[in-house]
C-alpha cells in the first residue's frame, strides 16, 4: 500500500497534514512549501485529502486542483474528504466537493465525508450533498466505508452501514 | 433600506480576488456583532456576505482586476450591507436570482438562495453608477434580551 506525502504516520489516523514532494507533478500545486492549505494522503485506491480552513472561492479552488491532481492516476478512483479542519463553507466550497463528487463517478469510485462540524454538516444537508454523499463522524469510519464499497465491486450500487 | 447610515459604518475596498472573500467576510461578522446577533447569526451573515462578494469576484471582471467594496452599518437595530462592483451588471436580474441559476458547470447555483435563506432581505439592482451590480442585505437580530446592548443601557 503506497502511502504518498505522510510516509511515517498510521494511514487509518493521519495526524498531520501531508505537505507532498515539491518534485512530484503529483503534488497538488498549493502543497509545495510551507503554505499547506489542502493536504492529502494516498492510501492504495483512495485519496484523502484535508482541506483546511475556510472553505470558500480560495480553498475551494485549491481542493479542485488538488483532486484533479490525484485522482484518476495511478489507479486512484476514490475519495475520502476529511473536512475536521474546515470551520466554514459557502456555495464555492460546495460545489468543489460536488465537482470532486462527480469526478469519482466518472471513476466508479466511492466517496465519503468525514469529520465535518455540526455547522458544516448542516450546510451541507441543507444543499442536500448529504443525500449523495455519506458523511461519517471519524476518519477511519469513511476510509473503512469507501474501501468496504471498493473492495465489494466498483460501480456497484452495493448499500454500506458505516458501523 | 439603503438610506443614509446611521449609528456606526464600515467601508471595505479591495480587488477582485478570491483571498479577499474571506478578509470581507470576516470584517463584517466582527462588525456585526456590535447588535446582538447570536452567533449563529453571525455565521448567517458572514455566509452571505461570502456569497455576494463571490459573486463580485467571479462574475463582475471576466479575466482582468477591478474593485469590489462592501458597506455595512446598522439602522434602527438592524445590520444594513452592500456589495458593490463596477463590473460588466448582470444581463437577467431576474433569472439570476433563481434557484440553482449558474453560468459556471463547477459551481451549484446557490449563491442567491444562500442569502435569500439567512438574510430577511436581499436586493439586487444595477449599480449606483449605471456599471456594475450593487446587492444590498438586510438582517435584524431575532433575540430581543440584549438589544439595549447597543446603545449602552446594559442588559434587560
Known amino acids: 500500500m503506497a502511502v504518498h506525502g505522510l510516509a511515517t504516520r498510521s494511514p487509518a489516523l493521519p495526524r498531520v497534514l501531508g505537505r507532498g514532494d515539491p518534485a512530484d507533478p503529483r503534488t497538488p500545486s498549493r502543497c509545495r512549501g510551507w503554505r499547506v492549505t489542502v493536504g492529502y494522503h494516498i492510501l492504495g485506491d483512495v485519496v484523502i485529502l484535508q482541506p483546511q480552513g475556510d472553505l470558500d472561492l480560495k480553498l475551494a479552488e485549491e481542493l479542485r486542483r488538488a483532486g484533479e491532481n490525484l485522482l484518476g492516476r495511478g489507479g486512484r478512483h476514490s475519495l475520502v474528504l476529511d473536512m475536521r479542519r474546515v470551520d466554514f463553507i459557502d456555495s464555492s466550497g460546495l460545489s468543489a466537493i460536488l465537482g470532486r463528487y462527480r469526478r469519482v463517478l466518472e471513476l466508479q469510485g466511492r466517496m465519503a465525508v468525514s469529520g465535518a462540524t455540526p455547522r458544516v454538516a448542516s450546510l451541507l444537508e441543507l444543499a442536500g450533498v448529504t443525500g449523495i454523499i455519506p458523511l461519517h463522524a471519524s476518519l477511519a469510519g469513511a476510509l473503512a466505508a469507501v474501501k468496504e464499497r471498493v473492495e465489494g465491486g466498483r460501480g456497484t450500487s452495493r448499500e454500506h452501514t458505516p458501523t | ?89 448582470i444581463p437577467d436580474l431576474a433569472a439570476a436570482r433563481a434557484a440553482t441559476y449558474t453560468t459556471d458547470p463547477e459551481r451549484m447555483g446557490l449563491g442567491f438562495s444562500f442569502m435569500d435563506s439567512f438574510m430577511d432581505q436581499v436586493e439586487v439592482r444595477p449599480g449606483p453608477s449605471g456599471r456594475g451590480t450593487r446587492v444590498l442585505m438586510r438582517k435584524r437580530p431575532t433575540r430581543k434580551d440584549g438589544e439595549t446592548a447597543s446603545d449602552g443601557d446594559g442588559p434587560a
Open chain 2, 1 to 89: 433600506m439603503g438610506g443614509e447610515p446611521r449609528e456606526n459604518i464600515l467601508r471595505l475596498e479591495f480587488l477582485n480576488l478570491p483571498a479577499n472573500i474571506g478578509v470581507a467576510r470576516n470584517a463584517i461578522g466582527t462588525f456585526a456583532v456590535q447588535i446582538p446577533f447570536t452567533l449563529d447569526e453571525v455565521d448567517e451573515i458572514r455566509l452571505a456576505v461570502s456569497e455576494a462578494v463571490t459573486n463580485a469576484v467571479v462574475h463582475a471582471y471576466p479575466g482582468d482586476r477591478g474593485w469590489v467594496r462592501v458597506t455595512a452599518w446598522f439602522a434602527d437595530g438592524a445590520l444594513e450591507l452592500t456589495v458593490d462592483d463596477d463590473g460588466c451588471g
